[in-house]
């Protein structure tokens, strides 16, 4: 399902309210920032977001296009080529936050990832799992190459998962709540707290523990600012 | 004292922590090894002279041994790994082709890796928007930072050549020449060291 099918040149919606997933230019926009911002300031990886990324990517060549037909000089020409350059610098920024990620936390995100149940979501792309899955092998080759197999024989291999850090769930963020949310169960920090509970009330900010509102995230409750 | 020739490595790295990259410490590495191997021939004995006569009292300098052993490990492959985080970080500075005085610092093998990795990065940029799409994907490495304005003045740090933009025109790339130029076309060369941005 491709937004092509719902966008028209003057980028209105089309008119069939059967259809889900059915967004203006600008709507396809925001949830890209959206999930830019979320990826940016979460310390883990976040749910992949092939189908924002795919139609983003098709709205960028539709729009260079429209491009090649304005004349050159035309004032409108800047205004576009802005735009273009802007959308394109928020998806390749997003795009990196997860390759980090993803190479940051290699043998964790692929345990994540074939762990994962038949109807969950997807933590990579098809294409970032390749690239996981080679960035893994790539590594693990070389190690072994280079110095494991150097080493006595009960002491050539390394348990990459226990040898390569996990993401701190613990640090704190930002965020804005978009859907309001009541007893949020938040940990205590010292020993002589206790847990309590809070409402999180609809456009208020908090600087809270990314565990505490994780599901909340991906559920797209609240946004990471 | 066992470990000091593992602990050096990573002090080595330590020191420069801005991410530069020494040479590959080929002797070092293999001092290391030799320890362990050492460690390992003692322990074996040891081990087989507690089981055969009962020596109990070589227990402890057994269980030393195997934690130099242990350390002397994770030292190894600490210092191997952060140099690999450190190359791959040349990749996106400096872009696949690296200048010589930075790829003398790199051992063979590393050099390998830092291959098979480009070779991913670009499989993975290429596949960006679908195979269906049929489109040439998406290349990451370009566009890191936010568009503030399309044109930007340039000065040429050396000569590099001919540069063609987007419009058909060449422009000759001569040293201390300054030049108007799209910004997205300049980014890799500034990162480079070819152009400067000026700011006036």
Same mark, same amino acid.
């Given at each position: 399902?491709?937004?092509?099918?719902?966008?028209?040149?003057?980028?209105?919606?089309?008119?069939?309210?059967?259809?889900?997933?059915?967004?203006?230019?600008?709507?396809?926009?925001?949830?890209?920032?959206?999930?830019?911002?979320?990826?940016?300031?979460?310390?883990?990886?976040?749910?992949?977001?092939?189908?924002?990324?795919?139609?983003?990517?098709?709205?960028?060549?539709?729009?260079?296009?429209?491009?090649?037909?304005?004349?050159?000089?035309?004032?409108?020409?800047?205004?576009?080529?802005?735009?273009?350059?802007?959308?394109?610098?928020?998806?390749?920024?997003?795009?990196?936050?997860?390759?980090?990620?993803?190479?940051?936390?290699?043998?964790?995100?692929?345990?994540?990832?074939?762990?994962?149940?038949?109807?969950?979501?997807?933590?990579?792309?098809?294409?970032?799992?390749?690239?996981?899955?080679?960035?893994?092998?790539?590594?693990?080759?070389?190690?072994?190459?280079?110095?494991?197999?150097?080493?006595?024989?009960?002491?050539?291999?390394?348990?990459?998962?226990?040898?390569?850090?996990?993401?701190?769930?613990?640090?704190?963020?930002?965020?804005?709540?978009?859907?309001?949310?009541?007893?949020?169960?938040?940990?205590? $920090?010292?020993?002589?707290?206790?847990?309590?509970?809070?409402?999180?009330?609809?456009?208020?900010?908090?600087?809270?523990?990314?565990?505490?509102?994780?599901?909340?995230?991906?559920?797209?409750?609240?946004?990471?600012? | 004292?066992?470990?000091?020739?593992?602990?050096?490595?990573?002090?080595?790295?330590?020191?420069?922590?801005?991410?530069?990259?020494?040479?590959?410490?080929?002797?070092?590495?293999?001092?290391?090894?030799?320890?362990?191997?050492?460690?390992?021939?003692?322990?074996?004995?040891?081990?087989?002279?507690?089981?055969?006569?009962?020596?109990?009292?070589?227990?402890?300098?057994?269980?030393?041994?195997?934690?130099?052993?242990?350390?002397?490990?994770?030292?190894?492959?600490?210092?191997?790994?952060?140099?690999?985080?450190?190359? #791959?970080?040349?990749?996106?500075?400096?872009?696949?082709?690296?200048?010589?005085?930075?790829?003398?610092?790199?051992?063979?093998? $590393?050099?390998?890796?830092?291959?098979?990795?480009?070779?991913?990065?670009?499989?993975?940029?290429?596949?960006?928007?679908?195979?269906?799409?049929?489109?040439?994907?998406?290349?990451?490495?370009?566009?890191?930072?936010?568009?503030?304005?399309?044109?930007?003045?340039? #000065?040429?740090?050396?000569?590099?050549?001919?540069?063609?933009?987007?419009?058909?025109?060449?422009?000759?790339?001569?040293?201390?020449?300054?030049?108007?130029?799209?910004?997205?076309?300049?980014?890799?060369?500034?990162?480079?060291?070819?152009?400067?941005?000026?700011?006036?």
């Amino acid at each position: 399902k491709t937004m092509s099918d719902v966008l028209s040149d003057d980028g209105s919606i089309n008119q069939d309210d059967s259809q889900e997933d059915v967004m203006t230019p600008a709507e396809l926009i925001a949830k890209l920032e959206e999930a830019w911002l979320n990826e940016k300031f979460s310390p883990e990886l976040l749910e992949s977001k092939s189908e924002v990324v795919e139609c983003v990517m098709e709205q960028l060549t539709h729009m260079e296009s429209n491009l090649q037909r304005v004349k050159k000089g035309d004032a409108k020409a800047s205004v576009h080529r802005m735009e273009i350059d802007r959308i394109r610098f928020v998806l390749s920024s997003y795009l990196r936050s997860r390759l980090q990620k993803i190479e940051k936390f290699f043998p964790h995100v692929l345990e994540k990832e074939k762990s994962r149940g038949e109807g969950d979501p997807s933590l990579l792309s098809p294409e970032e799992f390749a690239f996981a899955k080679e960035y893994y092998a790539n590594t693990e080759t070389y190690l072994k190459a280079v110095a494991l197999k150097r080493m006595p024989p009960n002491l050539q291999t390394v348990d990459l998962l226990k040898a390569v850090p996990e993401p701190c769930l613990d640090s704190f963020v930002f965020l804005r709540v978009k859907e309001r949310q009541e007893n949020i169960l938040v940990e205590p $920090e010292t020993d002589d707290q206790r847990e309590y509970v809070v409402d999180l009330e609809e456009g208020s900010q908090h600087l809270i523990r990314y565990r505490t509102v994780a599901p909340l995230v991906s559920s797209g409750a609240v946004q990471l600012i | 004292m066992f470990c000091e020739k593992a602990v050096e490595l990573i002090r080595e790295l330590h020191r420069m922590s801005d991410g530069q990259l020494p040479a590959f410490n080929e002797d070092g590495l293999r001092q290391v090894l030799q320890e362990m191997e050492a460690l390992y021939e003692q322990n074996q004995s040891d081990v087989n002279e507690a089981k055969t006569d009962g020596r109990s009292d070589l227990i402890p300098s057994i269980k030393l041994r195997h934690c130099c052993l242990l350390r002397n490990q994770r030292c190894i492959t600490a210092y191997l790994y952060d140099r690999l985080l450190r190359i #791959r970080a040349l990749r996106w500075e400096y872009g696949s082709v690296l200048p010589a005085n930075v790829r003398f610092q790199l051992s063979a093998e $590393e050099l390998q890796w830092f291959g098979r990795y480009k070779k991913s990065l670009s499989c993975f940029m290429r596949s960006l928007g679908g195979a269906e799409a049929g489109g040439e994907g998406l290349d990451i490495t370009q566009d890191m930072k936010p568009p503030k304005s399309l044109y930007i003045q340039v #000065r040429c740090l050396e000569d590099h050549g001919e540069l063609e933009i987007d419009d058909g025109t060449v422009i000759l790339l001569k040293k201390n020449s300054q030049h108007f130029l799209p910004r997205w076309k300049c980014e890799q060369l500034i990162r480079q060291g070819v152009l400067e941005h000026v700011v006036s």
